[in-house]
């Protein structure tokens, strides 16, 4: 019975130290800001009248991507064509919604989501 016993709390032990290894760092930062410079900080509450923008970097390589906005009446706008990203550069897509309500931002590259931000236009 100690030996069943020990040899579970290694085994646990081991899953447990095994899941926190974390996965690798993110290939992607992305997020949305009430302003449209590289100074803006990411805030999930924007001012009606505030510039807003959807924020994205890739931090691995060179990539191309797509991002969306839902807005509260529930439809959706994505940039027309894939948008290339030199990584280690910030960019900045404007959002031009004044529409009250909680607003969705997709952020895609190579057809599959990367990451996704909610914010919510106030006034």
């Given at each position: 019975?100690?030996?069943?016993?020990?040899?579970?709390?290694?085994?646990?032990?081991?899953?447990?130290?095994?899941?926190?290894?974390?996965?690798?760092?993110?290939?992607?930062?992305?997020?949305?800001?009430?302003?449209?410079?590289?100074?803006?900080?990411?805030?999930?509450?924007?001012?009606?009248?505030?510039?807003?923008?959807?924020?994205?970097?890739?931090?691995?390589?060179?990539?191309?991507?797509?991002?969306?906005?839902?807005?509260?009446?529930?439809?959706a706008i994505c940039t027309e064509e894939p948008q290339e990203a030199r990584q280690g550069t910030l960019y900045?897509?404007?959002?031009?919604?004044?529409?009250?309500?909680?607003?969705?931002?997709?952020?895609?590259?190579?057809?599959?989501?990367?990451?996704?931000?909610?914010?919510?236009?106030?006034?």
């Amino acid at each position: 019975m100690k030996k069943t016993l020990t040899a579970v709390l290694l085994g646990t032990a081991l899953l447990v130290s095994a899941g926190s290894v974390s996965g690798a760092t993110p290939a992607y930062k992305h997020y949305v800001a009430c302003g449209v410079s590289e100074k803006a900080k990411p805030s999930h509450s924007c001012p009606k009248k505030s510039k807003k923008g959807a924020f994205f970097k890739s931090l691995e390589g060179d990539v191309a991507y797509t991002v969306c906005v839902r807005f509260p009446t529930k439809k959706a706008i994505c940039t027309e064509e894939p948008q290339e990203a030199r990584q280690g550069t910030l960019y900045v897509n404007k959002i031009t919604s004044n529409i009250p309500g909680k607003h969705r931002v997709t952020w895609f590259v190579g057809g599959k989501r990367v990451g996704s931000f909610i914010f919510r236009v106030t006034g």
